[in-house]
């Protein structure tokens, strides 16, 4: 069974930086994709980033590009964790971050595609 826990949202003001963590227990055989969704008040969950994974071989991420150049994904494969590092966050960064995972490759950005997530972790950030 697999089960994300993910952390580290919280209140910043724009231009800030916040750094979220996702916890994975249990294990996903083969190739597999991780990432984060968000989805901001009153919308739909949208893609941020994700990465393929194969045993301990982490491939490059793929990010929206709406975050492109001020979020980065990182992983460390020991400690079963990823983290989404946020910076230079604005106001329409604010929304509920989702860890998710699924089985096979990073071949979609549609929600309903992905099996596993998080409870999520709120990011708000103010002017």
């Known amino acids: 069974q697999v089960q994300l826990v993910d952390s580290g949202g919280g209140s910043v003001q724009a231009g800030g930086s916040l750094t979220l963590s996702c916890v994975v227990s249990?294990?996903?055989?083969?190739?597999?994709?991780m990432g984060w969704f968000r989805q901001a008040p009153g919308k739909e969950r949208d893609w941020v980033a994700t990465?393929?994974?194969?045993?301990?071989?982490?491939?490059?991420?793929r990010y929206a590009d709406s975050v492109k150049g001020r979020f980065t994904m990182s992983q460390d494969n020991n400690k079963n964790t990823l983290w989404l590092q946020m910076n230079s966050l604005k106001i329409e960064d604010t929304g509920m971050y989702y860890c998710?995972?699924?089985?096979?490759?990073?071949?979609?950005?549609?929600?309903?595609?992905?099996?596993?997530w998080g409870q999520g972790t709120e990011v708000t950030v103010s002017s």
């Open positions: 998710v995972g699924k089985i096979g490759a990073c071949d979609t950005r549609r929600s309903s595609d992905f099996t596993y």
């Open positions: 249990g294990s996903m055989y083969g190739r597999h994709c």
């Open positions: 990465f393929d994974k194969d045993g301990n071989i982490n491939y490059a991420g």
